[in-house]
């Protein structure tokens, strides 16, 4: 479903200038943005991790 919403696309256009910024690298983003946080002073809410949920695949019964 696209959309021609123009927040939408300032977003997008904002975002993708970041990201070129780091060559689109998602670690180098994600520092970032911490970087950018620390410097606020503001402070952020920390939740814990999520418990890692495995799944297991269905074995045929020959």
Known sequence: MATNDPIISEVRDIRDRHAAKFNYD????????QAKQQASGRTYAKYPSRPV?????ATPNN
Do not use: H, P
């Open 26 to 33: 998602l670690k180098e983003i994600f520092r970032d943005i």
């Open 53 to 57: 949920v495995t799944t297991t695949t």
